[in-house]
């Protein structure tokens, strides 16, 4: 079935906190629908957040980006782990501390905004080692990272986020570099502060006041994991990296309260849906028949989608996805799933 009782799903929260690469924009470029979702939700006068685990930039300049675009944006609107983790490090270190700096200049001016020095070496004694995402890190960052660690420097990660979306597809993110060091040192990192930790929907959430927040994301292991975490529903927007096939895998700390293709599903009740659903809802069911899951029937895409979540999250493994009939292997073949007829 659609949103409850075919309301709005935007009309049950007080505040919207949107991730921004792949639902916002992809990279540099707005994703369609995006600009008029966000004004939609100003003309309301709705309150939003944007909660990035992007330590690549500072949050001033993430409201440029995005203004920029035509969504406009205050610094105080913008959430980042770079500017997280920063004051995380001020709230343990004495003024002035090293702390060595493993990602963007962006990450050393938030480091140097809280008041305390961003270094470069090991030799330079940091108090920390806090890492970020950088397009221009290499191995030499990451061996004086080692080094300061192995030396008895804290080591905080601002997310570990295993890839970051682009135009040719998946590249490495942060968490494939902190993996690099995990493999070295033999250890996970003291602190990670971005998603799915829950710190940023944390934050966001009190600007609700005293509302019910919204997060919408389009990743399960980092957007949904860190709403479930904070105790916030959560929409999972089909626009960015995580699809049908891995929102059927999920285990339930992954699950999203609601799905929908893009942003339109906050405001048009057909086009979000509240998962799971029922295997026989809206037209359709659903048989599991010895780990193959088969889908007759016919009625709107996303309520087979909710069906399919009901079946395959009742399972003990991930199923196979079977359609019988053509309504069916259209609405298979819609999300990206193997299985027609």
């Known amino acids: 079935m659609s949103t409850d009782a075919g309301k709005r799903l935007v009309d049950g929260y007080t505040l919207v906190v949107f991730d921004l690469d792949g639902v916002i924009y992809l990279i540099d470029r707005p994703i369609p629908g995006a600009v008029e979702a966000v004004a939609q939700l100003h003309a309301e006068g709705r309150a939003v957040a944007y909660a990035t685990n992007n330590a690549s930039r500072r949050s001033s300049e993430v409201a440029d980006l995005l203004t920029g675009m035509g969504v406009p944006a205050r610094p105080e609107e913008v959430l980042t782990s770079a500017a997280a983790s920063a004051e995380l490090l001020r709230d343990r270190l004495p003024a002035g501390a090293p702390v060595l700096v493993v990602g963007a200049e962006a990450l050393r001016a938030e480091v140097r905004a809280v008041g305390l020095t961003p270094v470069s070496r090991a030799d330079e004694k940091p108090a920390a080692v806090v890492q970020g995402y950088g397009p221009q890190v290499g191995w030499a960052d990451l061996a004086e990272a080692s080094v300061a660690v192995r030396s008895g420097a804290i080591w905080i990660a601002t997310n570990t986020d295993r890839t970051l979306p682009s135009g040719r597809g ?96 906050l405001f048009d009740p057909d086009a979000a849906v509240r998962v799971p659903g029922s295997t026989e809802a809206g037209g359709w069911s659903v048989t599991d028949r010895d780990g193959t899951v088969e889908l007759a029937g016919s009625g709107r895409p996303l309520d087979a989608l909710a069906a399919l979540c009901a079946a395959a999250w009742s399972a003990s493994a991930p199923p196979t996805v079977r359609a019988v009939g053509p309504d069916a292997a259209r609405a298979v073949e819609s999300f990206g799933l193997p299985g027609g007829e």
């Open 170 to 265: 998946p590249l490495p993110g942060n968490g494939s570099l902190v993996a690099v060091l995990r493999t070295a040192l033999q250890r996970d990192p003291d602190v990670v502060v971005g998603k799915p930790e829950s710190a940023l929907f944390e934050t966001a959430a009190r600007r609700s006041n005293g509302g019910r927040a919204l997060v919408v994301g389009d990743r399960l292991d980092t957007d949904i994991e860190g709403a479930r975490r904070a105790g916030l529903d959560s929409l999972l927007v089909l626009t960015g990296v995580s699809g049908v096939p891995d929102l059927l895998a999920a285990g339930p700390q992954r699950r999203p309260t609601f799905v929908a293709r893009d942003l339109a599903g």
